[in-house]
Each structure stands twice: as C-alpha cells, then as structure tokens.
C-alpha cells in the first residue's frame, strides 16, 4: 500500500512540472511574436543595405576560411622600399644547369632588358669540346627583384643561391646630417663675408668653398646610397648540358714519327755513350796492367 502511494506521488510530480514548463514556452513565444509585431519594418533604402552587409560579412569569411599563400622566397615583394623604414642593398649570387643554353642565355638577355641593364657577360666554352658556360652582372629595381627571381627560374635547375643584403640607413642619415650642416656653415659664413672687412674677404671666401665643397661630397654620397639600393646587383653564372662522351680517335700518323724521333734520340745517345765506355775500359786495362806488373 506504502509503494502503491509513494508511486502515485512521484507521477503527480512529474506531470505538474510538465505542465509548468509548457506554460512557460508559451509565454516566451507569445513576448517573441508581440516584440516582432512591435518592431517597424525595415524600409525600401534600408533592405539593400542589409543585404550588402550580408554580402561583405559573408567575403569576410570566406577570407577567414581561405588557406594562407604559400611561402614565398622573400616576404613581401616590396624589397628595398622605403616604407619600411630601411636603406637596403641587395646582393645576390646564383649558379643554374640549363638543358638549352642557347634559349636560356637568350632569355636572360630578355629579362635583363625588361627590368634593368647588363653590367657585364662573358662566355667560356662557346663551340668547344667541354660545356658551354657564362658568367652575366645585371642590375634590376629593387622593387622587381622578387619577380625577376621568380623568373630566373625559367633558365633551368638552380644550383646555388646567396644573397647578401647591406643596411645603409646610418650611412644616409649621417650623410644627411653632414649636408645639412654644411648648409648652415655656408649660411653662416657668407653672412660673415658681407659684414667683414677687405682684408678678410679672400680667407672668408676660402672657408665658404670649403663648405661647399663638404656640401656637394655629401649630397654625392647620399645620391650612391640611393643608387646602391634602388638598383639590386644580380652575378648569374649558368653552364650546360654537358656534351656527351665521344671516341678519340689517335692520330697513326704521329707514331712514325714518334718512333723516328727516338730512333734518332737512341743513335745520339750512343755517339755520347761509346767515347765515354772506350776511355773507362782503357783506364780500367791500365790500371789492371800496372797492378800485375808492380806486385809481382
């Protein structure tokens, strides 16, 4: 009897709280839908610019979502720009193999014409027996030398890289200092020479040119600074393919007269070696003779 009641209580239990939490979804649907009533519609101006919200959220993730670029030799192509903050000098020294010499020395003429000029070339081996090879200096913009690397990849397998990079900004800046100093010295010194008198005009005048000439060396040397780095140096040395194995054939001819010419060396030799072997055997017979005669 004791279960039996126990039973009916746990029942009554569990009905009364489903039914309070099914009241309570009814009245959050019922606030829901008077809020939705209440709110004003949005107007004809406003659902276009919504949608191109939805529009620029939607590219944003896909943006999040895409895989990043692959990492590329330099970090930015933007080498040696001002914008961050640094004067730098690129130097880079590269070794190919190229399978057609002809077509790579070809392209890289092309490329050189295309971002930059040729300092200097020289070619080994043009026609001969062993491989061709040539050692080319170009200088291209700074800005392009990501996209020129890039490029060079086209002559064939790269063997070597180095690449040096120098930092002249302390260089420039001082440079900059020492120009701007000059500039108040000359300033100085020729409102000194307007007050002075005669007798001092030609030292003044002296002192003013040698300003002007500490001037002009530093504005020169800001001017190389800036050439040195707008102009990236690129040393390619390329050679190939190699030429295949060919039988060499002996010429017969010289071995007539290989053996001529020793059968001559041999007939010297003798007219050295039989007046020599003649005065030792009489030496030796005299001695010999002496011996016998005197010990007997």
Known sequence: MFRFLTSILIVSFLFVCKAENSQKQSEDLSDLRSRSASAPMPSADEQP??????????????????????????ATPKIGN?????LLEYKVDLNFETKDFIAARKF?????????FVQ??????????TEPSMTAIIHVKSSDLYQVLMELEKIGTLTSENIQVEDHTENYTLEQIHAK?????????TD????STPRNAAEIEELIGQSEDSADSAEFEKWKIMDRVTWAKISIHMYGPKKPKAVEVPSFGDAFIDLASLGLKLILSLIYIIPLALIAFGIFYLVKFARNKWFK
């Open 49 to 74: 610019m919504q949608e191109a919200e939805k529009k620029v959220a939607g590219k944003a993730g896909e943006r999040e979502e895409a895989p990043e670029d692959q990492v590329k030799t330099f």
């Open 181 to 189: 100093r000059e500039k108040i010295r000359i300033a100085r010194r």
């Open 108 to 116: 890289l003429l092309e490329l050189s014409g295309k971002y930059g």
């Open 82 to 86: 001002l914008k961050i903050g640094r």
């Open 192 to 195: 000194l020479g307007a007050r």
């Open 120 to 129: 200097s070339e020289s070619l080994q081996n043009w026609g001969g027996d």
